[in-house]
């Protein structure tokens, strides 16, 4: 089983940025893991934000957060991480780190149903 950390959320207004972080421990190599990031509005159900490949070489993103989020991943430090700029209301979620073992360096994930693992979440508040 993979401990997923996230931290970094917070109260932030419209317009401004935060970089969330989910740090990853576990009997398995993080640089082995499908990465992604999932947030859940108040009374919504929950959805991919953006996933990242094993290597880091392919990402992907919901086209909501397109030219404003950036996912990326440092497997040296078993981090993944999420910039997030020019936020707006509609932002304001929880955010879940996500992780599932995959020996395709190229595989990508986009359903909560294929990732095994997950965070606690962190809170993200955009203030209008």
């Known amino acids: 089983q993979v401990l997923l950390v996230e931290t970094g959320g917070g109260l932030v207004q419209a317009g401004g940025s935060l970089r969330l972080s989910c740090v990853c421990s576990g009997p398995y190599a993080f640089s082995l893991h499908v990465m992604a990031w999932f947030r859940q509005a108040p009374g919504k159900e929950r959805e991919i934000v953006a996933a990242?490949?094993?290597?880091?070489?392919?990402?992907y993103y919901t086209d909501s957060v397109k030219g404003r989020f950036t996912i990326s991943r440092d497997n040296a430090k078993n981090t993944m991480y999420l910039q997030m700029s020019s936020l707006k209301p509609g932002d304001t979620a929880d955010y879940f780190c996500a992780a599932t073992r995959t020996y395709d360096s190229d595989a990508l994930y986009f359903n909560q149903r294929d990732f095994d693992n997950w965070g606690q979440g962190t809170q993200v508040t955009v203030s209008s």
């Open positions: 990242i490949s094993s290597r880091g070489l392919t990402t």
